[in-house]
């Protein structure tokens, strides 16, 4: 059982940032891919972005070119740094993580609320 705890949510203004961080029980090393997704009140979960094992990243066109998403393998940690945030990304952000031996996983959640 791997266990992903997110954190770094919260409230901040239009035009604001945050970093939000997902840390691992085990080693990230070698993973097939992290990401981040998220789920506004009365929508469907939504994918983000995905760091994959080689390092590669894509994002979701809405938060292209103000998110960034980026991984410390030696802390089994991956960040999420939201630039420019605006009150459409108001949801619950989600860390999840596919293991080469096929598990999924998926953290409990960091609310990120922006205000107007």
């Known amino acids: 059982q791997v266990q992903l705890v997110e954190s770094g949510g919260g409230l901040v203004q239009a035009g604001g940032s945050l970093r939000l961080s997902c840390a691992a029980s085990?080693?990230?090393?070698?993973?097939?891919?992290m990401g981040w997704y998220r789920q506004a009140p009365g929508k469907q979960r939504e994918w983000v972005t995905t760091?994959?094992?080689?390092?590669?990243?894509n994002y979701d066109d809405s938060v292209k070119g103000r998110f960034t998403i980026s991984r410390d393998t030696a802390k089994n940690t991956v960040y999420l740094q939201m630039n420019n945030l605006k009150p459409e990304d108001t949801a619950g952000y989600y860390c999840?993580?596919?293991?080469?031996?096929?598990?999924?996983?998926w953290g409990q959640g960091t609310q990120v609320t922006v205000s107007s």
């Open positions: 999840h993580a596919e293991f080469p031996w096929g598990g999924n996983y």
């Open positions: 085990r080693s990230i090393f070698g993973i097939n891919s």
């Open positions: 760091i994959t094992s080689g390092g590669s990243t």
